[in-house]
């Protein structure tokens, strides 16, 4: 597929000769010309104020957030990638147990906890840290977590079944 072919089809499909339509749509500045256009969606930029405020709370000591099973996917990577990467094992046990991260059933959220869990070496984390590298096989989830996991080879054999021993070594052998 070109550009022009997917130009042509668009217009032939969804277009259908509206030229007001066309206009609008700005479509050859998007396709072929630098930059954004003008009629791009510009983001709110007090759409994570209450996430940022929440992980102030969060790291001067008070609890979870409350609307977290709430959030959208954005908002919980935000809380989870902004908050302090050094973290006590109360705070993530805290964090584990009210939000039920080990048991997040998206993958870009399940990844971003168990990024965090691992820089800080949390081992209630490992079965769902072992799960995931087993089924996951996207470069984008697993080789962080392995390069983490390598820093520390101790602390990856305390995998149950040695999995995340086996595979740290074979990533960074």
């Known amino acids: 597929m070109t550009s022009k072919r997917f130009l042509a089809d668009l217009r ?9 339509l066309e206009e609008k749509l700005l479509l050859d500045q998007w396709v072929y010309e630098p930059g954004l256009p003008a009629n791009v969606a510009r983001p709110d930029p007090q759409a994570f104020a209450a996430v940022d405020q929440a992980v102030t709370a969060y790291a001067g000591g008070n609890s979870t957030p409350a609307g977290f099973s709430d959030w959208t996917t954005a908002e919980r990577l935000r809380f989870l990638n902004t908050l302090p990467r050094k973290l006590d ?4 046990d805290e964090l584990a147990q009210k939000l039920r991260l080990n048991e997040a059933g998206n993958n870009e959220v399940l990844f971003a906890w168990l990024k ?3 820089q800080n070496r949390y081992d209630p984390a490992i079965p769902a840290l072992e799960k995931f590298l087993a089924m996951q096989g996207r470069r ?10 390598a820093k520390d080879k101790e602390w990856a054999c305390r995998s149950p079944n040695g999995f995340i021993r086996r595979s740290a070594q074979a990533t960074t052998a």
């Open 89 to 92: 094992k109360s705070r993530l």
């Open 12 to 20: 032939a499909q969804l277009i259908k000769g509206d030229k007001k």
């Open 116 to 118: 965090l869990a691992v």
């Open 140 to 149: 984008k989830f697993v080789l962080p977590l392995f390069e983490e996991l």
